[in-house]
């Protein structure tokens, strides 16, 4: 006969300890993970200690201001997952109207698709009945669907990183992107979207304080024409860092002035904050950094 595990003789793992745990493995930064799970680094630093003194082990190795994760840690990591995921399912099939719900997401007409696509791709695995309903804008544009309640979360870029509904911002750097020859020119030919956009803005700003000439050769705000005008050598254009460079370093031109940061923006409603855009708001906090 199988012997009963009382309660008493059962250690159990609080969620919120396990998701602070997850973050931390994939962040490897007390201060990040602090940001994401919208908690002080003191108590995170506590959460984690707490959960090794209830696993009785070390679960990262510290190095300065990194965390790596022991042996331990990756076996926690690969179970917490499940126990998150299983959870998560769990808490949704519970609570899911019959309707299918839907989520109304605003996101720049200047970023990536990759970016969202598959964090979108990773929760829908998570969440299969939930709608996407995307609306691309520009940032000041989303702003304003936000505040007047056609959007339930937006995206955005904009020069500052504070905002109403803002709940997180990450500074992303600018660079100049085109054909080398084209950075000689004067005036210098750039490619610019119409008013409003933060890209244009920064590039115009730029230019005007360090006097260098310039004249637009093609304005659109339809970012799959800007990026093939960067490719055929129509003009300039200034990009982000991270996916957004890896098929234009080739013709990045450190030569002009520099740029000033955007902060790529995550803005909700807190009337919106239901269970599930909460769990949306986790999975996009982490893509964002």
């Known amino acids: 006969m199988n012997k009963v595990l009382l309660p008493q003789t059962v250690k159990n793992l609080p969620t919120d300890s396990l998701r602070?745990?997850?973050?931390?493995?994939?962040m490897k930064s007390i201060s990040?993970?602090?940001?994401i799970i919208s908690r002080s680094q003191p108590a995170v630093s506590l959460q984690l200690k707490k959960l090794e003194e209830t696993l009785n082990c070390t679960l990262f190795r510290r190095n300065k201001s990194m965390?790596?994760?022991?042996?331990n840690g990756e076996v926690l990591l690969h179970y917490a997952?499940?126990?998150?995921?299983?959870?998560?399912?769990?808490?949704?099939?519970?609570k899911q109207n019959p309707k299918q719900q839907s989520i109304r997401l605003g996101i720049p007409n200047d970023f990536i698709q990759?970016?969202?696509?598959?964090?979108?791709?990773?929760?829908?695995h998570q969440y299969p009945d939930i709608r996407f309903e995307i609306y691309e804008?520009?940032?000041?544009n989303l702003i304003s669907m936000l505040h007047?309640?056609?959007l339930d979360m937006a995206l955005t870029l904009l020069p500052k990183k504070t905002g109403k509904y803002c709940i997180h911002a990450v500074e992303k750097q600018l660079f100049w992107v085109g054909q080398a020859s084209l950075a000689e020119r004067r005036p210098l030919p750039i490619i610019s979207c119409f008013s409003g956009c933060s890209y244009r803005n920064n590039m115009e700003a730029a230019l005007k304080k360090t006097a260098i000439p310039f004249k637009t050769v093609l304005t659109t705000n339809n970012f799959y024409t800007i990026y093939d005008a960067i490719e055929r050598g129509l003009g300039i254009y200034a990009l982000l860092t991270d996916k957004n460079l890896e098929n234009y370093q080739h013709c990045t031109l450190p030569q002009l002035p520099e740029l000033q940061p955007l902060y790529l923006?995550?803005?909700?409603?807190?009337?919106?904050?239901?269970?599930?855009?909460?769990?949306?708001?986790?999975?996009?906090?982490i893509s964002m950094q």
Request: negative net charge; aromatic residues 8%.
């Open 20 to 26: 602070m745990f997850v973050v931390l493995a994939e």
């Open 32 to 35: 990040a993970t602090a940001q």
């Open 67 to 71: 965390f790596g994760l022991t042996r």
């Open 81 to 94: 997952r499940q126990i998150l995921d299983l959870n998560d399912r769990l808490i949704y099939e519970l």
């Open 114 to 124: 990759q970016f969202w696509l598959d964090t979108l791709s990773s929760f829908n």
């Open 137 to 140: 804008d520009l940032s000041i």
């Open 148 to 150: 007047h309640n056609q």
């Open 265 to 285: 923006g995550l803005h909700i409603k807190p009337v919106n904050l239901s269970e599930t855009i909460k769990t949306l708001t986790d999975h996009l906090k």
